[in-house]
Structures are given as C-alpha cells and as structure tokens.
C-alpha cells in the first residue's frame, strides 16, 4: 500500500507564514446584532488551530467565514491571498483547497461509503463523468487506500445511514482527504463520540497534518481534547475572542477557570 504522502500530495504553493488572515471581522446575519464582533486571527500554514467556546459563541459562523459561505459585515479576511466569497469567481478557484467538514457531516445517507468519499474527488472530474459516476482508476485506488487508512476498507459498499456515529465520521474525514486539500475546516468532528472514539478520529486528522503538512482550523467543546492536539487554541464567546494561546503554556484547570470568569 502506498505512503499517504503519495496518496495526497498537495500543491503546497501558500507554504510560507500564515494562510489566514482576519482583519477586524464582525459579521451580522440580520443587520441588528453581531454574531462575531472585532475577530482577528491568523492560522500558519501546517498548523492545527482549535477554537474553544459554548454553543452559540459564533465558533461555525467563523468556519462559514473562512470558507466563503458568509461574508463578513465588516473587515476583511484573507485565505490564501484572496477573500472568500463562494460566488466570487477568483474564490471558487482556489476552493479545492479548502476541505470543510460541516457539524452535520454533509454525507449523503443513501449512498454506500465509497460513493460518499468519491465526492471528493469531483472538482477533477468532468460534469459528463461526474454526473454518470465514472471515476477514473487512480481516483477510485486513491479512495480505497484512504478508506483503509481511517479503518473502513470492510464498508466500502455499505449505505452510510447503516453506520455508527464513529464510522460516519470517518467518512466525512475520508471524504474531505481525498479531496486533497491544504485547508481543513472542521466543525464539531468529535461531537458526541466517547473519549476513545474523539480521540482515534483526531488521531487521524493529525497524521494527515503531518504527512502532507495539512492546516487544520477546528471546533471543539472538550477543552482537554483542544489541549492535546492543538498547536494554538482562541476561546470565543458571546462572539468575541477572549483569549488565544498555546497549549503547553496552560494547563486544564486554568483554561477553565480563564474562560469561567467572563460574565455569562
């Protein structure tokens, strides 16, 4: 089986400093109050970047933001040199770039496992070959070798609503890696899996960090989690950053205690 580095390989041309920036961000969905209010952030490239906060804090408009499905009120935002607007046609260019992974996984539950990941591979395929799902031999190996990197080489051809929440997904990360991206946007990935479970999935996202020097911007609930797999962390709440920092400089008790003592 080949190395994930030769199953990935991605056109690393934004490999210096950071590959985005947030320039002062508030962004409104109805023109009264502000989900996220005065953002400012930057993520370097091949990095894991982990945003902490409660439900409701503004943590997926943030990610909506990064990816061009909501345009901020106010300020500006930079990915990869261009501001995201999946309308804007300069944008949809670089957008097989970025792999998201939304809360509710995108996957469609009707179709088998490897049909799902596939998906990924369709900004390279043509409409006429897309619509008639022919893939191309290497696309199809490609999907293969990654399904069995995330365990589900013995599922290939099962429907993706007869799966676990674990195996769910697994296939959305597959998904998102075959695409074969230099950003990955992930909301929420280990929610409602138990401790063994979050922490396999993230596993799998950091190798792929490694191999081929993936950025990583996630959301997470679990403080502990955030602590152990991120290389920066921000806190969001009532949609403003209120802390951002490394995690070998805090520890667990302190974090909580930090984002504690903000009023409610």
């Known amino acids: 089986m080949r190395k994930m580095t030769e199953i990935l390989t991605a056109d690393n041309s934004f490999s210096n400093d950071s590959i985005i920036h947030m320039y002062d961000v508030w962004t409104s969905y109805d ?54 607007n999946i309308h804007d046609n300069i944008f949809k260019a670089i957008m097989p770039k970025i792999g998201y992974i939304p809360q509710n996984l995108g996957l469609v539950k009707n179709l088998t ?36 990197l995330v365990g589900l080489e013995d599922k290939v051809k099962r429907k993706v609503y007869m799966l676990s929440g674990g195996e ?3 296939v959305a990360i597959a998904r998102a890696l075959v695409q074969k991206p230099e950003l990955l946007l992930a909301d929420e990935i280990v929610s409602e899996l138990d401790h063994v479970s979050a922490k396999e999935i993230m596993d799998l996202i950091i190798e792929a960090k490694h191999r081929i020097n993936l950025t990583a911007v996630m959301i997470h609930h679990d403080v502990q989690l955030a602590l152990d797999y991120a290389d920066k962390i921000a806190m969001i709440k009532h949609g403003n950053k209120i802390a951002e920092f490394n995690p070998n400089e805090m520890r667990y008790e302190e974090v909580v205690g930090m984002f504690n003592s903000y009023e409610s």
């Open 31 to 84: 023109g009264k109050g502000y989900t996220l209010q005065g953002i400012n952030m930057s993520v370097e490239n091949g990095k894991n970047y982990i945003i902490i906060g409660p439900s409701g804090a503004g943590k997926s408009t943030l990610l909506k933001l990064v990816n061009g499905m909501v345009i901020p009120t106010k300020g500006q935002i930079e990915v990869f040199g261009r501001r995201p």
């Open 168 to 170: 769910k997904r697994r």
């Open 113 to 148: 496992v490897m049909e799902n990941v596939l998906i990924g591979a369709l900004p390279r395929i043509s409409k006429v070959k897309s619509f008639f799902k022919i893939f191309p031999d290497k696309e199809v190996s490609d999907a293969e070798n990654v399904l069995n």
